[in-house]
């Protein structure tokens, strides 16, 4: 099965560039349909939009939708926030943070310049609202200095990018903040990140704005980046203001040059054209790039047609694309090295030549044999057949089909998952009833031999002598008359002796007929459990699974799943650490057996319900031992009471005698006195088991 597309840097900048038509519209609305999801509602153009931003740890997405999503009856906190500080704003707006997965979107509102902040990082994703001086307002997912000591995120403090951004401390700003500044030093920071005391070491050329870390306006355009001799033509497709060009003329971005050494701020302004460029010269140790956490990393949209084949001759042959260039997944690294062995070097240059024009081609991938929506990209694959490809009017509306799909059938798995799950413990639990029952009928076709030894034993018992434990005696049903051995219990006398195999030969009879009936009812019981699987298995249909679920849910079959679920830390324990054990009878009910005295109290006076079955063994300690009844204990078989009182008999000090009695009654019958020790308890309206070995 071929991995899904993930929704990475060049996704999110595509999807950026055909968001620029928001810029400069009005924030109508703003809802919350889901805890992780954010939905704006912008009219810009005489035309209304909805921008989705999702922090979901799977499905962490930012695009345009065209489907109108429900509004929750109560808005959530950070809703209620947004709706607060930026509704009825204009968007300002709307840029990456470099080439990284975050992105700022600008609202300027009557109290100032907020910021929404998303970050669309996994499972760290987060959105966060930023005032006008800086601090934090409010946040989707707040993070306490015990989750990350790193980065906490809560209400007003000051924003700082995440530790794992490769410009955080670079000085280099988003991928075009729509203006130059080129030689001026930033403004004050709205959001009151850090910023360095001294000037902009470095030279940022047009579409690159002012450092990253102080999330300033954009500085006044500077004369020398009006593209007039920049050294790539101007663009023949706007991408709007705050994606690489200028809003106002369309022109191409200035290649970047930076250092993080520091240096002479004026150097930038008597800089030639020739200077500005990404130094990549071999042996030249001091060249002039962006330095992250992993290394030297270069935005991919900045780098010069020069530059490239530098840094083409200086990876060789073992290229590794996420090695050198900034925001990169590795499908992405995959499709520009197939590139480069089809097309080479002049391939490369030409794709990211489209990828600065914003000359999009969108598609969506979908595998022929499952019909499933790999995801969506901008340009056509070269790593995946053509057949799978499928072309979009924009890159939005690719991803956002691409999304309809994978949460469709990731909801779709976890249902399945939920479903198969608890519907297998069944079916096993099932297996292992059918076996003791045909055990047991074996069993039950001796009770005449059960009789026959009884009544040997009162017929030649008299012989034994004093400590035997073997009688042996003829037996008169057979024609040879052979000698059988009988054991027998040497404290005991031998009427009791006798009575105890009359009373087996008893129940065999009596129990031969129900069990008969029980065998039959787990028998149907297993085959519709595993057709159920069968079909849960090949379903494809949400709404089908849904109704296989409450199918199952109705026969009882996902009581366990419904009511217990084992706790993985202490504070998550169902049981608060008293020592509980939990078990699940072949009927499918859940046994709880206390293991001490503090667990026994536990489970009488605080898990038990009234109608709930309490088990003990008759004689001696032990631990409690309780059958969940769901206040339905006349429908408890026969079967599970016995599975109760073997674990009675297991978890007490007569675990080694043949035969133990096991008293059963309703909990409302069981009560602890004023003043008793630990697991001390009285009953009442008890009847009596006989559980053997």
Sequence with gaps: MSKLIPFDSLNLYAVLTELQVLVGGRIQDIRQPEPHTIVL????????????????????????????????????????????????????????????????????????????????????????????????????????????????????????LPPTSSLRGSGQRAVGSGESALTHPSPPSPTGREREPTPLSHSVGEGQGVRANNLTHPSPPSPEASGEGGSLAPLSHS???????????????????????????????????????LRFAQGDESRETVKGQGGEVHNPLLITEEDWHILWNRMGEAR??????????????QEIEAIALCEGLEGVIRWFGRLRRAEWQPVIVREPNSHRILGAYPLPLHQLPAVWQHPRSSVNLAWE?????????????HLRNSLLSPLKRALQARQRALKEIEQTLTEGQKADRWQLFGELILAYGHSLQPGESILRAPDYTQPD??????????????????????????????NQSLLAQRYATLQQEYHHLQSLIDRAER????????RLYAEAQERGWLREVQQVSPARRAEQDPFEGHKIRLYTSPDGYQVLVGENAQANDYLLTRIARPND??????????????????????????????????????????????????????????????????GFALYTHEKTLRITQ
């Design 41 to 160: 509602v912008v009219y810009a153009q005489r035309v209304e939009h909805r921008l989705l931003v999702s922090i979901d740890p799977q499905h962490a997405r930012l695009h345009k939708i065209t489907s109108k999503v429900p509004n929750a009856p109560v808005p959530p906190p950070f809703c209620q926030s947004l709706r607060k500080h930026i509704e009825g704003g204009f968007v300002q707006s709307l840029h990456m943070v470099g080439f990284d997965r975050i992105v700022e979107l600008a609202v300027r509102t009557r109290g100032g310049v907020y910021t929404l902040v998303a970050e669309l990082m996994g499972k760290h994703s987060n959105l966060i609202l930023v005032d006008p001086n800086g601090l934090i307002q409010s946040a989707l997912k707040w993070v306490s200095p015990r989750q990350s000591s790193l980065r906490p995120i809560r209400s007003g403090e000051k924003y700082q």
């Design 613 to 678: 079955w309490w088990l003990h063994v008759r004689t001696g300690t032990g631990g409690h031992v309780i059958i969940r009844t769901n206040n339905q204990p006349q429908r408890v078989p026969r079967s599970t009471l016995e599975f109760a009182g073997r674990l009675a008999m297991k978890h007490s000090t007569d675990r080694h005698a043949h035969v133990v009695e096991v008293d059963y009654t309703l909990r409302k019958y069981v009560r602890k006195p004023k003043g008793a020790p630990a």
């Design 539 to 546: 379903s494809e249909q949400t709404d089908e699974l849904k």
């Design 320 to 333: 590794d694309w996420q090695e050198h260039l900034e925001g990169l997944s590795r499908f992405t690294a």
């Design 239 to 277: 991408v709007g203001e705050g994606l690489g060009v200028r809003a106002n003329n369309l022109t191409p971005p200035a290649p970047l040059s930076a250092s993080r050494e520091g240096g002479d701020p004026m150097r930038h302004s008597e800089r030639s054209e020739e200077s500005q460029t």
């Design 401 to 413: 089909q691409a999304f309809v799909d994978r949460i469709q059938r990731a909801e779709q798995e």
């Design 481 to 510: 008359t052979p000698l059988v051995e009988i054991r027998i219990d040497p404290n005991k006398t031998l009427a009791e002796n006798a009575e105890r195999y009359f009373q087996k030969a008893r129940r065999a009879r009596e």
